[in-house]
């Protein structure tokens, strides 16, 4: 039976929502689905099958548990943690950036009307500078990096 169409508006609520699963789930889902494709001891349509049924039931994007499969396929591979953490650290870097360019930067969330947090309409005061110590020399800030 088909599902019913859903509006343009649900869609985007829905992803601005999120899925929901637990850890260890997603976790044995991802392991048990790579392990078959190792094996090969399944046949590839009921790995699909079990695979799209874990998605319809949390609402996790295909492509997210996609590219959270292939992460964790790098753990039984040579130095397999430290190339799945550079890739782990690496979109914790990214995804910020791309979410606040997708959703506008700095417009307010169009579900819970709050500016993405260090965005808006405030301005952020400056920290008070420290007392200077006598007789310490302290070197300038010009407010670059260090």
Same mark, same amino acid.
């Given at each position: 039976?088909?599902?019913? &169409?859903?509006?343009?508006g649900q869609k985007v609520r829905e992803a601005m929502d999120g899925p929901t699963f637990e850890h260890d789930a997603l976790i ?13 001891? !399944? ?13 319809? #039931?949390?609402?996790?994007?295909? @492509? ?13 591979? &040579? ?10 650290? !690496? ?13 506008? @930067? !700095? ?11 260090? @965005?808006g309409d405030t301005e952020e005061q400056p920290e008070a500078a420290p007392e200077p110590k #006598? ?12």
């Amino acid at each position: 039976m088909a599902k019913p &169409k859903k509006s343009e508006g649900q869609k985007v609520r829905e992803a601005m929502d999120g899925p929901t699963f637990e850890h260890d789930a997603l976790i044995d889902q991802i392991e048990a689905r790579a392990k078959e494709e190792y094996e090969r001891g !399944s046949d590839a349509g009921e790995s699909a099958a079990k695979t799209k049924e874990f998605i319809e #039931k949390t609402g996790m994007n295909s @492509q997210a548990f996609s590219w959270s499969k292939s992460i964790l396929k790098k753990l039984p591979k &040579k130095d397999g943690a430290h190339k799945a953490m550079d890739i782990i650290r !690496s979109l914790k870097r990214a995804i910020p950036m791309l979410e606040n360019h997708i959703t506008g @930067q !700095s417009s307010e969330d169009m579900f819970d009307g709050k500016a993405p947090e260090g @965005q808006g309409d405030t301005e952020e005061q400056p920290e008070a500078a420290p007392e200077p110590k #006598k007789g310490v020399v302290t070197p300038l800030d010009f407010g670059g990096k260090s």
